[in-house]
């Protein structure tokens, strides 16, 4: 009975792990239409580590259509994005060396998905963040709220 009891908790708290570690993997789509499927990300502060994963569920060309995923303080938006048009469809619109991007991912097309890894080091639940798209005239529409949640 003993051994059936531990058994159980074991089973039970490798589902509770296997949950926590959902949580600091996001996805978030994108289409032909300029939209994200949402408006709100968020992890729990417990994540070291996590990652985005950009799908473009859209047939458009990156070049017509492209959608990248750019995470920074909710303040610095309006820097990235305009040093981000100035840095080009090269640097995926991302501009280079800049300490206000906390992540990013590389521009994608209809069809395709990239994802970013990143430490959550330094950042913290009494921030706001927001995630956008850096494709010129995206981000007006392609824009949300992203938050670590104590
Ligand atoms: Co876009």
């Known amino acids: 009975m003993r051994y059936l009891i531990s058994a159980l908790l074991g089973s039970m708290l490798f589902v509770a792990n296997a949950a926590q570690a959902n949580e ?3 996805t978030i789509d994108s289409n032909d239409n300029m939209r994200f499927d949402t408006k709100e990300m968020s992890v729990p502060a417990s994540c070291d580590e996590v990652t ?3 799908t473009h569920s859209g047939k458009l060309d990156k070049k017509v259509m492209g959608h990248n995923w750019v995470l920074s303080e909710a303040g610095d ?9 100035s840095a080009g ?5 991302v501009p280079e060396g800049s300490d206000a991007v906390i992540a990013a991912t590389d521009v994608v097309g209809g069809g395709e998905e990239t994802s970013v890894t990143f430490s959550t080091e330094g950042m913290s639940a009494d921030t706001d963040y927001k995630f956008y798209c850096t494709f010129p005239g995206h981000s007006a529409i392609m824009q949300g709220s992203f938050a670590i949640k104590e």
């Not at 938006?77 to 048009?85: A, F, Y």
């Not at 469809?89 to 619109?93: L, T, V």
Request: hydrophobic fraction near 40%; glycine fraction near 4%; proline fraction near 0%.
């Open 24 to 26: 600091c993997e996001l």
């Open 52 to 54: 985005v994963t950009l």
């Open 77 to 85: 938006m309006q820097s990235v994005v305009q040093k981000g048009m």
């Open 89 to 93: 469809m090269d640097n995926n619109y």
